[in-house]
């Protein structure tokens, strides 16, 4: 009997703390960023909301691929940027499966496709089949972002099985900001470039650009975000599973946010919380059924903190 009992008394001891351990896992909210800057502005909203709650935001700039499998693995446990359709290979790979968890749309009417700047456009590069037109001033270069990211794959796609007739062509990899660089220093030469061009982005307000038609199959025509969690976050921690739900933005409110970093020089999180005080009805919404960490309405908790 005595037996019994120190095993039961060890059996409860183990299942408080398994409970004290599931309820402080819900305490730091392990996010990702593929270093793009429209996710690094959604992050940091998230961020001083959680923060506001008395929640920890912890985020790890982490590959797209990366991303994914931190996901299916319990490594992160949430992504606001699952740009749909480009990522159509990792959700077919992982959410169609049921391994991570497409919680809600987050932002509607995207593009994210090849583009050109202007002066290419007005010399007839409208569509992708006119791309291989002008190969040689182009010097078959395509201009894309981190490698392993989808819309890279793509790309390679395109390359490998000649479509378009851009067979002989290379695809560039880089940072989002150096394929930037690269672009701009193209721009003052007057240069012919093509580079993977999305919105919500500064690049839209930075450079007079045109995105391409014709690449649809791969890209889609206009597309939409999602917030994907790790299975079964939802559920463990339902009140940071009720304010992920709740999030959404606009295209002006990322490429606000997005420019007052670039042009301000100041740090996402202080671009995000001067967004936020300046549009403070955001946060009905937001926080609409969200309490914080310790049972409190967040709504008042949040604007005291801001």
Known sequence: MQRLST????GLLALGSASAYAEQSCDTVKMADPGWSDIAATNAITGLLLDGMGYKAKVDTLAVPIIFGGLKDAQVDVFLGNWMPAQQGFYDKFVATGEVTQLAKNLDGTEFTLAVPDYVWDAGVHNFADLNKFADKFEKKIYG????APANISLQDIIKKNDF??????LVESSEQAMLAEVSRAVKKQK??????WTPHPMNVQLKMHYLKGGEKYFGDTGAVYTLTR????????????LLTNLS???EMENSIMAEVVNKKISNAEAAKAWIKANPASL??????VKTADGKDALPAVKAKL
Do not use: H, M, R
Not at 231 to 242: I, L, R, S, T
């Open 284 to 289: 009905d919404k937001w926080l609409e059924g």
């Open 231 to 242: 299975k079964g976050y939802a559920q463990a921690c339902p009140n940071v599973g009720k």
């Open 7 to 10: 095993v039961l008394t060890v």
């Open 145 to 148: 972002i981190g490698s392993g």
């Open 192 to 197: 012919f470039v093509t580079f993977l061009g």
């Open 249 to 251: 933005f606009t295209q």
């Open 165 to 170: 007739d851009l067979g002989q062509w290379k």
